[in-house]
C-alpha cells in the first residue's frame, strides 16, 4: 500500500532538518529523513517530516521557499507551523497537520446548498466563505445541451433547494478567496441515498478517481478535497432500475429506499473513513476497502469501528498500521 509508507523518500532530493537540542550546551541537531522513523502519508516525488515552529529547514542549494517557511537572518529557512515539510522540485514548503478548506482550481468537493439566489446557489463547502454555483455551470437533467433561459431561472429550486448535498468541482478562485463552482460533469450533481462524513481536509489528498465505487464492497464514495466525503448505494436512473450508462446523468438521480443490507455496508464504510482518520491515515479507496474487509474477517460489528478499544483488543489497529507502512512491492 502507498497510502502511508516513507519508501518513497528515494524519489525526491533529500532535506534536512535541523532541531535545537536539549543538552548541556543546547546545541542544534540534525536529523535526516533516511533516518526517520515517522511514517507519514506520501505520494510518488514527496518527501514528508514533522517540523513545529521554528525548526530550521534547510534544503539543497537553489531552493525555491514556499508557504510555512520563512528565511532567517543567517540563511537558514525556518518553518512557520506544525506540519509536515514537503519537497516538490526545488520547492520547498510545509503543508499544515489541520487547516480550513482554502480550495484550488480541480478540485471535487461535496457541499450543502445553504441559500439560493436569483442566479446561483451559495454552498457552504468548509471554508472562510461560501461558495456559489451559478446557474450556467450545472448540468441540466437528462443531458440536455442548451442557453440557460429565464424559464430556467424561475424553476430554479427544482435543480437545487436549500440543504440539498452536491458534488461539484472548483472552476474558479476569485482574488478575494471566494470558490466558484461548476456541475457541468454528469456524474456531479445532488446527491442522494447515502450519508456523509466530515473529516479534516488534510486527510483527502487529490487522487485519480474522487468518485469511486468500491468493487469488492458495492458502494460509491464521493472523496471530497474539502475532507467531506459521501458514502451512498451506486445510483440508478430514476425509474429504471439500470446502473450507471454512457448516458448517466446524476442529476436524474432520485431518492430511493435503501434496504438494510446496503444500509449496513454504507454504514460500516462511513465508520471505516472516521476510523482511520482516527489513526492519522489518509483516506483513499485502498485503505477503505483494506480497513472494510479487515473488520469483517475479524467480527466486527460496524458500530464497533468507532470503539477505539474494541479495535485495539481485536488487533484491527496493528494490522491496519502494518498494512499502512508496508513497503510497495513486497
Given at each position: 500500500?502507498a497510502?502511508?509508507?516513507?519508501?518513497?523518500?528515494?524519489?525526491?532530493?533529500?532535506?534536512?532538518?535541523?532541531?535545537?537540542?536539549?543538552?548541556?550546551?543546547d546545541?542544534?541537531?540534525?536529523?535526516?529523513?533516511?533516518?526517520?522513523?515517522?511514517?507519514?502519508?506520501?505520494?510518488?516525488?514527496?518527501?514528508?517530516?514533522?517540523?513545529?515552529?521554528?525548526?530550521?529547514?534547510?534544503?539543497e542549494?537553489?531552493a525555491?521557499?514556499?508557504?510555512?517557511?520563512v528565511?532567517?537572518?543567517?540563511?537558514?529557512?525556518?518553518?512557520?507551523?506544525?506540519?509536515?515539510?514537503?519537497?516538490?522540485?526545488?520547492?520547498?514548503?510545509?503543508?499544515?497537520?489541520?487547516?480550513r478548506?482554502?480550495?484550488?482550481v480541480?478540485?471535487?468537493?461535496?457541499?450543502?446548498?445553504?441559500?439560493v439566489?436569483?442566479?446561483?446557489?451559495?454552498?457552504?463547502?468548509?471554508?472562510?466563505q461560501?461558495?456559489?454555483?451559478?446557474?450556467?455551470?450545472?448540468?441540466?437533467?437528462?443531458?440536455?445541451?442548451?442557453?440557460?433561459?429565464?424559464?430556467?431561472?424561475?424553476?430554479i429550486?427544482?435543480?437545487?433547494?436549500?440543504?440539498?448535498?452536491?458534488?461539484?468541482?472548483?472552476?474558479?478562485?476569485?482574488?478575494?478567496?471566494?470558490?466558484?463552482?461548476q456541475?457541468?460533469?454528469?456524474?456531479?450533481?445532488?446527491?442522494?441515498?447515502?450519508?456523509?462524513?466530515?473529516?479534516?481536509?488534510?486527510?483527502?489528498?487529490?487522487?485519480?478517481?474522487?468518485?469511486?465505487?468500491?468493487?469488492?464492497?458495492?458502494?460509491?464514495?464521493?472523496?471530497?478535497?474539502?475532507?467531506?466525503?459521501?458514502?451512498c448505494?451506486?445510483?440508478?436512473?430514476?425509474?429504471?432500475?439500470?446502473?450507471?450508462t454512457?448516458?448517466?446523468?446524476?442529476?436524474?438521480?432520485?431518492?430511493?429506499?435503501?434496504?438494510?443490507?446496503?444500509?449496513?455496508?454504507?454504514?460500516?464504510?462511513?465508520?471505516?473513513v472516521?476510523?482511520?482518520?482516527?489513526?492519522?491515515?489518509?483516506?483513499?479507496p485502498?485503505?477503505?476497502?483494506?480497513?472494510?474487509?479487515?473488520?469483517?474477517?475479524m467480527?466486527?460489528?460496524?458500530?464497533?469501528?468507532?470503539?477505539?478499544?474494541?479495535?485495539?483488543?481485536?488487533?484491527?489497529?496493528?494490522?491496519?498500521?502494518?498494512?499502512?507502512?508496508?513497503?510497495?512491492?513486497?
Amino acid at each position: 500500500m502507498a497510502w502511508a509508507t516513507s519508501a518513497i523518500n528515494q524519489l525526491a532530493g533529500s532535506v534536512t532538518l535541523e532541531r535545537r537540542g536539549r543538552g548541556e550546551n543546547d546545541k542544534e541537531g540534525s536529523l535526516t529523513l533516511e533516518s526517520s522513523k515517522v511514517s507519514l502519508q506520501t505520494i510518488p516525488g514527496l518527501q514528508s517530516l514533522l517540523v513545529c515552529p521554528g525548526d530550521v529547514v534547510s534544503a539543497e542549494p537553489g531552493a525555491l521557499r514556499g508557504r510555512g517557511v520563512v528565511e532567517r537572518a543567517d540563511g537558514k529557512l525556518v518553518a512557520t507551523n506544525c506540519g509536515v515539510v514537503e519537497h516538490v522540485n526545488k520547492l520547498l514548503y510545509v503543508r499544515p497537520l489541520k487547516h480550513r478548506y482554502a480550495g484550488s482550481v480541480g478540485d471535487v468537493v461535496v457541499g450543502r446548498i445553504v441559500e439560493v439566489q436569483t442566479d446561483r446557489w451559495a454552498v457552504e463547502i468548509g471554508t472562510a466563505q461560501l461558495a456559489f454555483l451559478h446557474l450556467g455551470a450545472i448540468h441540466l437533467p437528462g443531458n440536455v445541451q442548451r442557453r440557460r433561459t429565464d424559464e430556467d431561472t424561475l424553476r430554479i429550486r427544482e435543480f437545487f433547494d436549500e440543504n440539498d448535498l452536491i458534488s461539484a468541482e472548483v472552476q474558479k478562485v476569485q482574488e478575494s478567496g471566494e470558490l466558484a463552482l461548476q456541475t457541468r460533469n454528469s456524474r456531479y450533481g445532488k446527491l442522494q441515498n447515502g450519508v456523509l462524513a466530515c473529516v479534516p481536509s488534510v486527510y483527502v489528498r487529490r487522487q485519480a478517481q474522487h468518485l469511486v465505487n468500491l468493487p469488492k464492497v458495492g458502494v460509491m464514495v464521493v472523496l471530497g478535497n474539502n475532507g467531506w466525503i459521501w458514502v451512498c448505494a451506486p445510483p440508478k436512473v430514476a425509474g429504471s432500475g439500470r446502473q450507471e450508462t454512457i448516458n448517466f446523468s446524476q442529476m436524474d438521480v432520485r431518492y430511493q429506499k435503501v434496504h438494510p443490507d446496503m444500509r449496513e455496508r454504507i454504514s460500516r464504510v462511513r465508520n471505516s473513513v472516521l476510523c482511520l482518520v482516527g489513526y492519522g491515515l489518509e483516506v483513499t479507496p485502498d485503505s477503505i476497502t483494506f480497513l472494510y474487509e479487515r473488520s469483517q474477517k475479524m467480527e466486527l460489528q460496524a458500530w464497533e469501528l468507532l470503539d477505539t478499544a474494541r479495535c485495539e483488543s481485536a488487533g484491527l489497529v496493528e494490522a491496519l498500521i502494518a498494512e499502512a507502512t508496508q513497503t510497495p512491492g513486497r
